[in-house]
C-alpha cells in the first residue's frame, strides 16, 4: 500500500480493521480529499483528535500517532458538493511525518497491521470474554453473542475488532485498544474487567470512565 494517505481526524470515531463506518463529508477540505482519492486508491487514515483540539480545529490540532486506515467503499456526491460515503476498516498505521502541502493533512506512515493469527483467542479466553459482556451490557449480550458468535461465525480477530468498534467505550478507550495491536484481545479484556470494577466501586467511582465524548 502507498506510505503516503490523507488523514481524517475525528473527535469520537476510532477505526478498528474489519469494520465499516458511514461517513458524511461536508467541510470543504475533506471534500477535496475525497475528489482527490475517489478515482486512485481510496484509502483515508482515521485519527483520533487529541487534548484541547477544539482551538485549532480548523489548523492542525494534535492527533494520536496510531490510527486505522480505511478503504471507500461506497460513495455518493450531493448535488451540493457534499458526500456521503461508506468506509472499510483495512490496517493500522503509525505516522512518521504529516506533509502539510494541501488544504488536508496528509502523513507519510508506516503500515503495522495485526495479523489475524495474533487475535486468536482460546475457548478459555472466548468464555471469559462473554462473561464480562454479560456482566458489562446485561441479558441483551447473550442474544447478541448468539447472533454475532454462533451465527455469524465471527471469530479472533474479525470478533476483537467488532467489539472494540462497537461497544459503548470512550474514544479514549477505543484508542488504547487500537494501540494495543497484537495485544488487543487481552487488552480488551482488562478494559472491559477494569470498567466493572469502577461501576462496583459505588457512586465515587462512577465518573472515571467519561475520559472522553460519546460515539
Known sequence: MN???????????????HTDVPLHIFEPRYRQMIADIVEGDRIIGMMLLKGDWERDYYGYP????????????RVVRMPDGRYKLVLQGMSEFRIEREIRDRSYRRAEVQWCAVAPESLRMSDQM???????????IGAPAREA????VEERGLRGAQL???????????????????EALDQRAACLLDVLTFKLAERNSGPAGQ???ESGPRQ
Not at 494534535?62 to 467503499?73: E, R, S
Open 207 to 209: 465518573g472515571g470512565s
Open 160 to 178: 476483537i475488532n467488532f467489539l472494540c468498534f462497537h461497544l459503548d467505550l470512550s474514544p479514549l478507550e477505543k484508542q488504547t485498544l487500537l
Open 145 to 148: 453473542w448468539r447472533t454475532v
Open 62 to 73: 494534535d492527533i494520536y500517532t496510531v490510527g486505522c486506515a480505511g478503504k471507500i467503499d
Open 126 to 136: 472466548m468464555d471469559r470474554l462473554r462473561e464480562l459482556l454479560v456482566a458489562y
Open 3 to 17: 506510505r503516503t494517505i490523507p488523514l481524517f481526524p475525528l473527535p469520537n470515531l476510532v477505526l478498528f480493521p
